[in-house]
């Protein structure tokens, strides 16, 4: 029986790429000297630093826009936290795998209201969606891209 896997995951090469060339971008421009501004990956954490609550804001959106061109969803930015303090301003984002219990539902429950001939299952952070025609599954790809879920949807591990 086809199947395939929905997932939430990120590229952390990509993400390393797009924090690269945020760096290299932020020394360059010259609304940004002599403001502190810097940023740091690791471990799924991204921290913005900058002097300034505005050059900080200024820096996530050069953060956002490397995201778009290194083909990296945003999405992966909603979940952050600020820091201020009279010297510096501090953005903490947490990027997070797996799509979690409540969204699995919803999927699921989208899915059968959209198919009863598909089948589909929670297994962990990820979901498997099966049916006994490819074309019904691609069309339950094509319905979930239409659906607005606050996590990035992949769509791999695509069996016959």
């Known amino acids: 029986m086809p199947s395939f896997d929905i997932t939430s995951e990120f590229n952390s090469q990509e993400v390393l790429n797009a924090v690269d060339q945020m760096n290299r971008e932020i020394v360059n421009r010259y609304d940004f000297k002599n403001t502190n501004t810097s940023v740091d990956f690791s471990n799924e954490i991204i921290s ?15 953060l956002k826009e ?20 009279p010297s510096e301003s501090k953005r903490i984002y947490t990027l ?26 929670i297994q962990n952070e990820s979901i498997r969606v099966t049916s006994k025609k490819r074309d019904e599954l691609q ?12 996590v990035y949807l992949n769509y791999g591990n695509f069996r016959d």
């Open 48 to 62: 913005l630093r900058s002097s300034t609550e505005e050059r900080l804001k200024a820096a996530d959106q050069v």
């Open 66 to 85: 490397k995201f778009v061109k290194r083909n990296v969803s945003i999405k992966f930015l909603t979940n952050f936290t600020d820091e201020e303090t």
């Open 96 to 121: 997070k795998s797996g799509i979690n219990k409540e969204t699995s539902k919803n999927i699921v429950k989208d899915l059968k209201e959209f198919s009863k001939k598909l089948q589909s299952s």
């Open 139 to 150: 069309e339950a790809i094509i319905f979930l891209k239409s659906k607005n879920y606050n």
